[in-house]
């Protein structure tokens, strides 16, 4: 599925926080994923041959958690902050129910076993430590949200959740000036296979979901 088709589209936390931060700071390394957003928040979906449609942008709760520290405006308001600097109508925050949690458990759990976690570190070649566990659980429920929701990409500025998808083969896209064909004005594709390769993403170990 091309850009042009995207939809659905899951924010992942660091797509968020680069986002918010371009809105306030105006930093340029993070212009790039606020051009990007803002493109999709102002195009159609190309869904058939002859029919377009708004796209919907989704983000899980536990990303509005993340953004959350002591020093914030509480939940709520962070959650009013986040759609405000989003610039899109079509905005759903999904809460980690009990219905996502199933997702969960039944695409990953079930599917990579219960030392998931370890599995996945170890193959990356990446300490198996409380905290590094911990992240990629996180980083999992985040993505069963968007399984549940059918989204039809994942947008993200993380390259160990950009893996961790790819690893269960789902549409992750690494929101990088360097694996997109854009201009000033247009963005017209993602090169996945070209992410994919940098990222070093073996094709051969991608698990069906």
């Known amino acids: 599925m091309g850009l042009i088709n995207w939809q659905r589209i899951l924010l992942d936390t660091s797509v968020l926080i680069r986002v918010l931060d371009f809105k306030k700071n105006g930093k340029p390394a993070n212009e790039f994923a606020n051009s990007l957003v803002e ?34 405006p509480s939940s709520s308001e962070k959650t009013k902050l986040i759609i405000q600097a989003l610039n899109a109508n079509n905005v759903q925050v999904i809460d980690f129910d009990e219905d996502v949690a199933n997702i969960f458990s039944l695409e990953f759990v079930e599917k990579l076993g219960v030392n998931y976690a370890k599995d996945i570190l170890s193959k990356w070649g990446e300490i198996n430590s409380k905290v590094n566990r911990e992240i990629l659980t996180k980083d999992l429920m985040i993505l069963a949200s968007g399984i549940y929701n059918d989204v ?17 083969n789902l549409e992750m896209v690494y929101v990088k000036k360097e694996f997109f064909n854009f201009n000033d004005k247009y963005f017209f594709e993602f090169y996945k296979q070209k992410c994919d390769t940098e990222l070093k993403v073996s094709s051969s170990s991608l698990k069906e979901i």
């Open 39 to 72: 493109f999709l928040s102002n195009t159609e979906a190309q869904v058939s041959d002859n029919k377009k449609a708004k796209r919907r942008y989704y983000i899980s709760s536990i990303s509005i958690a993340e953004i959350i520290d002591s020093t914030q």
């Open 152 to 168: 039809d990409a994942y947008l993200c500025v993380d390259k160990g959740m950009y893996k961790l998808g790819r690893e269960v």
